[in-house]
Each structure stands twice: as structure tokens, then as C-alpha cells.
């Protein structure tokens, strides 16, 4: 067992470098390989990681729909770990895909929920910072409708 959990954290380190070399194909080829391999051992912890990585590897190919399961899977979890940093994560995610997808109420709803996962982490000013930036965005697309806006993307 001990096995199949270092193959899939193996893995998604692999992932997480593709991913920051931005080769996006190689990095969801790797974190899809991941995913196959904790599958086998049912590591809560670890399927919670892959999946968030997975999600955010997807939201960053386009692929909204299909991410938004692998990151309901993953936050489920991270709360149930107690692992609120992360939560605050995915909940940032979660804000970014329903900005894209030009959902803004449930996009503010994230964002100030990821906020508040935020400063009870007591996680860096930045993650604070970056989510009050896309609300301020968003308020102000509202404000002028008509108008696109480009919100910053989360961290992985």
C-alpha cells in the first residue's frame, strides 16, 4: 500500500512541475496517472491533493465542466480534513470557473467564502489580497454591464 501512495505523490509532483512549466497536456496526463493510482489504496488525504491539482490542471485547459467535480470531490474532503488553507483554495478556484463562465453571484459567493477560509488559516495576506481583488472586479463589471472582465487567477 505504502507503495502505491509514494507512486502517486510521485506523480503529483510531476504534475505540479509540468504545470508550472506550463505544459498543461503532460501535466494532466500526469495527475490523471495519479489519480488511477490512489484510487487503488483509498489514501483520503492524498486523493483530496490529486484532486484539487486535477481540477485546477483543467480549469487551466478550459475544461470548466469537467473540473468542477474533481474540485466538489477535493473541498469535501479538505473540509472534512480539517485543512482549511486548502479549502480556501479550492473555494478560490471555485470563484475564478464561475467568473469565467460568467456566473458572477456564485463567483462572489466563492470568493468571499474563500476570504473567510483565508484569514482562519491565518494563510499570507496575498490569498486575502488576490480574492478581494476578483470581487472588486466583478463589482465593477456589475456596475458597467456590458464589459469583460479578466479576473487573476489562483495559485496551485
Same mark, same amino acid.
Given at each position: 500500500?505504502?507503495r ?22 503532460? @501535466? ?10 490512489? /484510487? ?20 487551466r485547459?478550459?475544461?470548466y ?12 474532503s ?16 471555485f ?13 462572489? @459567493? ?8 483565508? @484569514?482562519?488559516?491565518?494563510? /499570507? ?32
Amino acid at each position: 500500500m505504502e507503495r502505491f501512495t509514494d507512486a502517486a505523490q510521485s506523480m503529483l509532483y510531476i504534475a505540479k512541475s509540468y504545470f508550472n512549466t506550463s505544459e498543461l497536456p503532460r @501535466a494532466l496526463e500526469s495527475i490523471e496517472r495519479a489519480s488511477s493510482i490512489i /484510487k487503488r489504496v483509498h489514501h483520503h488525504r492524498f486523493r483530496a491533493l490529486i484532486d484539487k491539482c486535477h481540477g485546477i490542471i483543467l480549469e487551466r485547459l478550459g475544461s470548466y465542466p469537467e473540473a468542477l467535480p474533481k474540485l466538489e470531490r477535493s473541498l469535501l474532503s479538505l473540509e472534512e480534513l480539517g485543512s482549511v488553507h486548502n479549502v480556501g483554495s479550492v473555494l478560490e478556484n471555485f470563484g475564478y470557473i464561475y467568473g469565467c463562465m460568467d456566473n458572477y453571484l456564485d463567483a462572489s @459567493a466563492a470568493y468571499e467564502a474563500a476570504i473567510e477560509k483565508y @484569514a482562519r488559516a491565518g494563510s /499570507k495576506n496575498e490569498y486575502v489580497q488576490q480574492c478581494e481583488e476578483n470581487l472588486a472586479r466583478i463589482g465593477k463589471m456589475q456596475e458597467t454591464l456590458p464589459m469583460t472582465i479578466s479576473l487573476l487567477r489562483p495559485r496551485i
